[in-house]
């Protein structure tokens, strides 16, 4: 069964550095997407991502954050200067279509980023 | 905006018996409504979704929901409860209108089945 995958599954990184997480959406997917969960929070939503380009973002996606999908298959998520706060497991997660469409999202198993 | 809310953090249900987890959504024009289950130290595992037609929505696991517009609910069900459903669930809430291609979650909901 395709699957939405995620590396690395775990990443430290110091305060103030620059951290990127990837993920290799289903491969016939066309929408993209990167949500956020703070540990005992609720599940938020960060941006989604289609036709190269951002469809819509959060309030928590600011000028520190970017996406990018390099080569067709990977799509990630920048984070230029990390902050404490930034701490959290961070999503991935694809759709066939617009959640409008008799679509859903899938998504990938997570990287917990941790800052320290 | 579109919003849902789990009202309960936890249910406790005795292996065997029904169990129901509640939510109730917020969202301008037709909702696009979706349960996902999170087992430790997983991401979120697709479990069912109603888009149109019939207000009873089958999925994974034995696992039904049933859309509920007056009451903007949309409960997920089970007949009988496995000590293998212990998980946390999320309601999620998806609208063309206003709430764009996102899902809203829920704060979620433990549910641990006891033998």
């Known amino acids: 069964e395709p699957e939405v995958t995620q590396t690395p599954s775990h990443q430290v990184t110091q305060m103030g550095q620059e951290v990127i997480l990837r993920c290799v959406p289903i491969?016939?997917?066309?929408?993209f997407y990167w949500y956020r969960q703070i540990l005992g929070q609720k599940v938020e939503f960060l941006v989604s991502?289609?036709?190269?380009?951002?469809?819509?973002k959060s309030e928590i996606f600011d000028d520190q954050f970017s996406v990018e999908r390099p080569d067709g298959s990977n799509f990630t998520l920048k984070i230029r200067s990390t902050k404490l706060e930034d701490s959290a497991m961070y999503f991935c997660?694809?759709?066939?279509?617009?959640?409008?469409?008799?679509?859903?999202?899938?998504f990938g198993q997570g990287t917990r980023l941790t800052v320290v | 905006a579109q919003s849902v809310a789990q009202p309960e953090d936890q249910v406790n249900v005795a292996e065997g018996n029904p169990l129901t987890v509640k939510c109730t959504y917020s969202?301008?024009?037709?909702?696009?409504l979706f349960w996902y289950v999170q087992y430790p130290n997983r991401g979120l595992q697709f479990l069912l979704k109603y888009i149109t037609g019939d207000n009873l929505v089958k999925g994974s696991y034995g696992f039904e929901a049933e859309f509920n517009k007056s009451q903007t609910s949309f409960h997920l069900k089970k007949p009988s409860a496995l000590v293998s459903d212990s998980a946390l669930y999320f309601c999620a809430v998806s609208g063309l209108t206003g709430g764009g291609n996102k899902l809203t979650f829920g704060t979620g909901t433990q549910l641990k089945v006891e033998l």
């Open positions: 991502f289609y036709n190269n380009e951002i469809s819509e």
């Open positions: 997660a694809s759709s066939a279509q617009g959640l409008w469409g008799n679509t859903e999202a899938f």
């Open positions: 491969s016939n997917h066309l929408y």
């Open positions: 969202v301008s024009g037709n909702p696009y």
